[in-house]
């Protein structure tokens, strides 16, 4: 098998290219395709293609928070490393992850939930509007839907993407239930890299604004 030679700023660019031919003619509403193309890019994984839910008006949503200086929250300080500080900087946008945060770890303990449920508490007295990227923890999505349905803390977009087995599927689902604008990777798929890869995609697609 011969190595095809690709110049190392033009590695990402072949990649898409590559997604592209492999997507055999199947074509993505473009408000989505950015989203779902570095998503597959991130994981080559196709299935994204088909498991991505977008609600209405969700990506407008998030592209507006990013214009107002939102702040990205994530589940993980993996998402949070991912995230391209640059491009947030260029938008006078930030990221904050909780889970290691002291405070979180008491109030956890305390309440008897988990660290990521605790965060989210934390992330509601946040002063900015807030994009919540949730790509490990099925609890942070659980304890959002909580507070959506007492409208104690209303995220201006949540990208609930996160993997595994343990309620993963029903808490995604209960974040489309809930109504709030959001992007969905339905069934067990996702992480922390995918959560990433959706903020980064926001991003750059503000660069284009």
């Given at each position: ?185 339905r069934g067990r798929k996702g992480g922390s890299n995918v959560a990433a890869a959706v903020c980064n995609a926001l991003l750059y697609m503000a660069d284009k604004k």
């Amino acid at each position: 098998m011969e190595l095809e030679y690709v110049l190392p700023k033009d590695i990402e660019h072949r990649s898409f290219e590559i997604i592209e031919a492999e997507l055999g003619g199947r074509k993505l509403p473009d408000d989505i395709k950015p989203i779902v193309m570095r998503a597959i890019h991130t994981t080559a994984d196709f299935d994204y293609y088909d498991n991505m839910y977008f609600s209405v008006g969700a990506v407008e949503k998030a592209l507006a928070a990013i214009a107002e200086g939102a702040v990205f929250i994530t589940d993980t300080n993996m998402a949070k490393a991912g995230i391209n500080k640059a491009a947030l900087a260029r938008h006078g946008c930030t990221v904050e992850c909780f889970m290691a945060d002291s405070d979180v770890a008491e109030a956890a303990s305390e309440k008897g939930t988990t660290r990521a449920a605790a965060s989210v508490d934390k992330a509601a007295s946040a002063d900015k509007p807030v994009i919540y990227a949730v790509g490990n923890a099925p609890t942070a999505l659980i304890r959002l839907r909580e507070h959506i349905k007492d409208g104690s803390f209303i995220p201006r977009v949540v990208i609930g993407v996160p993997v595994g087995f343990v309620n993963v599927v029903q808490s995604k689902e209960l974040i489309i239930e809930s109504g709030i604008p959001c992007i969905v990777a339905r069934g067990r798929k996702g992480g922390s890299n995918v959560a990433a890869a959706v903020c980064n995609a926001l991003l750059y697609m503000a660069d284009k604004k």
